[in-house]
């Protein structure tokens, strides 16, 4: 069974640094194109962030501040948040297989074929 889990959320401070995993079972990231994804509370999810093999995608909010990262011997994908603001708030969610990174922008989560429970995430100013 394909799976992909997020690891906890936090509650954190305005400026703090936080990184979430996204580990995948069932499945080899290998190529993938695995995409981060949140939803802040009354407003529609967001694509984010995207890595493929050699692409990656930010999107404009959090350029600069996130990195993405993936260990294939893990079969995990990091997201790096740094100086964290409280408009970063919200549940994140990992998912594959975007196909291609820029389609994290423009493709809903729910149209993947899987993708984690999500984690929440935190950030108070």
């Known amino acids: 069974q394909m799976q992909l889990e997020e690891s906890a959320g936090a509650l954190v401070h305005s400026g703090d640094l936080l990184t979430l995993s996204c580990a995948a079972s069932g499945f080899l990231l290998d190529d993938l194109i695995i995409g981060w994804y949140r939803q802040a509370a009354g407003k529609e999810r967001e694509g984010i962030s995207c890595?493929?093999?050699?692409?990656?995608y930010y999107a404009d909010s959090v350029k600069g501040r996130f990195t993405i990262s993936r260990d294939l011997r893990k079969d995990t994908v990091y997201l790096q948040m740094d100086n964290l603001k409280p408009e970063n708030t919200g549940v994140y969610y990992c998912?594959?297989?975007?196909?291609?990174?820029?389609?994290?922008?423009?493709?809903?989560?729910?149209?993947?074929?899987?993708w984690g429970q999500g984690t929440a995430v935190t950030v108070s100013s």
């Open positions: 998912a594959k297989d975007l196909g291609a990174c820029r389609r994290v922008a423009t493709t809903p989560m729910d149209e993947l074929n899987a």
């Open positions: 890595t493929g093999i050699t692409s990656m």
